[in-house]
């Protein structure tokens, strides 16, 4: 007669499936496994599609020795996604500490779906523009995900930096329509310039190197696929690395590589050191960045942005009566209550004068390297 096997036999053999599953499925890629901490180094947290995925390891050997570099264990997909109860709830365990978070959301968002969310048919056809499909994500929903998202990701208290969606191609999946994903770029640039976001762009990197008439040249995207060969994912891999670098640790030369501190290439007659210290550009005129003359009540100030994640920079407020001189120094200045637009590594403040009799008084911000 057939008996029962014991309890304790069925119990083993789900412990034994749990314990394939959880090492064979969960970690299968390499990129998703746990790292060891250094912990000299910070820690940042890449969170991303399937084309991060593929660059993940990249970046992790590019910043051996500057960040211990994470991932989410998972397929990023879209904003929606992030939002749901596989997404950030999971991905972002309150007990751990980041200090950046490399991010990006919009291919899943562009790609398209039918109504019940499937990418497929009954009969296999993918979703397209043709058979009564549309993107997963509506442009206004992208908009205003990305700023649910944001609320989130500030809550950890990392630095943020955002990467533009890769370039999507002709692609041979139909759901993938090509140029798709430029006005969700321009959506994301626009809410991360609001928030004082930096934006990664690597929609332009990978633009650049798609060849639609010669695909046996191509050199950094598989040719009608959205996905990039090994060479696209290092390339992608490095620039992300210098993105987080300028962020994590910011100096001069990783911030203006191709500048020398006394160079205005841009001819709005400001230094790019200072356009550094102030958090200006090196291609576009910055004179709104200028310190500007106010008043606070009857008291007359000056108000200004300057950099504060740098600690080799010394910016330090000085006044005068007369251009020649002598500039006497200021202290430090009072932050602004209102700090919204300021890029992160920033503080909008007002520096105070003292009392004085003269009704000309010059102010100037003395910005030098204390390395």
Request: hydrophobic share 35%.
């Given at each position: 007669m057939n008996q029962r096997p014991p309890f304790c036999s069925f119990r083993q053999f789900f412990l034994t499936c749990l314990l394939t599953l959880t090492s064979g499925s969960l970690f299968a890629q390499v990129e998703f496994q746990p790292i060891?901490?250094?912990?000299?180094?910070?820690?940042?947290?890449?969170?991303?599609?399937?084309?991060?995925?593929?660059?993940?390891?990249?970046?992790?050997?590019?910043?051996?020795?500057?960040?211990?570099?994470?991932?989410?264990?998972?397929?990023?997909?879209?904003?929606?996604?992030?939002?749901?109860?596989?997404?950030?709830?999971?991905w972002l365990v309150p007990t751990e500490k980041w200090d950046l978070i490399h991010f990006n959301h919009g291919l899943h968002d562009a790609c398209y779906r039918f109504p019940d969310?499937?990418?497929?048919?009954?009969?296999g056809n993918y979703a397209s523009p043709t058979n009564g499909a549309s993107p997963n994500v509506s442009l206004l929903q992208y908009?205003?995900?990305?700023?649910?998202?944001?609320?989130?990701?500030?809550?950890?208290?990392?630095?943020?930096?955002?990467?533009?969606?890769?370039?999507?191609?002709?692609?041979?999946?139909?759901?993938?329509?090509?140029g798709s994903e430029v006005p969700y770029n321009t959506i994301a640039r626009r809410v991360m310039a609001g928030e004082g976001i930096p934006v990664?762009?690597?929609?332009?990197?990978?633009?650049?190197?798609?060849?639609?008439?010669?695909?046996?040249?191509?050199?950094?995207?598989?040719?009608?696929d959205v996905h990039f060969n090994p060479e696209g994912s290092l390339a992608l891999g490095k620039q992300v690395a210098e993105s987080i670098k300028r962020v994590l640790k910011p100096t001069f030369q990783t911030v203006f590589p191709q500048q020398e501190p006394s160079n205005d290439s841009d001819g709005d007659g400001i230094p790019a050191f200072i356009e550094y210290a102030v958090g200006g550009s090196s291609t576009t005129a910055d004179g709104k960045l200028l310190p500007q003359a106010k008043f606070v009540g009857n008291t007359p100030c000056f108000a200004a942005m300057v950099r504060n994640d740098d600690p080799s920079l010394r910016i330090t407020p000085q006044f005068a009566t007369s251009l020649n001189g002598p500039w006497e120094s200021l202290d430090s200045g009072v932050a602004d209550a209102d700090q919204a637009g300021v890029p992160q590594g920033f503080q909008r403040k007002a520096f105070f004068l003292p009392n004085a009799s003269n009704a000309r008084v010059f102010f100037r911000l003395h910005v030098e390297s204390i390395k």
């Open positions: 060891t901490d250094d912990p000299k180094l910070p820690r940042v947290l890449l969170i991303g599609d399937s084309v991060s995925i593929a660059y993940t390891l990249n970046v992790r050997s590019e910043l051996a020795g500057v960040a211990n570099v994470h991932r989410i264990a998972a397929n990023g997909g879209s904003t929606k996604t992030a939002l749901g109860y596989y997404g950030l709830v999971r969310g499937s990418d497929k048919d009954a009969n908009e205003y995900n990305l700023g649910v998202i944001l609320v989130l990701l500030k809550k950890t208290g990392a630095k943020l930096v955002y990467a533009t969606t890769t370039s999507i191609p002709n692609s041979i999946v139909p759901k993938y329509v090509e990664n762009d690597l929609w332009d990197l990978s633009s650049k190197n798609y060849n639609t008439v010669f695909p046996s040249k191509r050199t950094f995207q598989i040719y009608r």
